[in-house]
């Protein structure tokens, strides 16, 4: 699925590391939504790195970080550990 920039996404819910999160959950926040291959690949790493290391810039903005991809909840908490990510 396609998404043009500046246009909205169609509902949806899902499991994350921190509970199970949904578009209607995140509606009026400011959320930063980027998605990923796989986690601990080099390039997917370095990405999340660097999230990780404006977490305080973001959240100044008063916006959340939000890392998607097909990867199972176990392998997305161990990612989440391993480089410290919010």
Known sequence: ???AVGQPIPSFTAASTQG??????LKGQKTVLYFYPKDSTPGCTTQAQGFRDHHEDFAAAGARIIGV???SLKSHE???AR????
Do not use: G
Request: aromatic share 6%; proline share 5%.
């Open 1 to 3: 699925m396609q998404i």
């Open 20 to 25: 199970d999160i949904s578009l209607d959950a």
């Open 69 to 71: 991809s097909r990867d």
């Open 78 to 80: 161990n990612f989440r």
């Open 83 to 86: 480089q410290a990510l919010p």
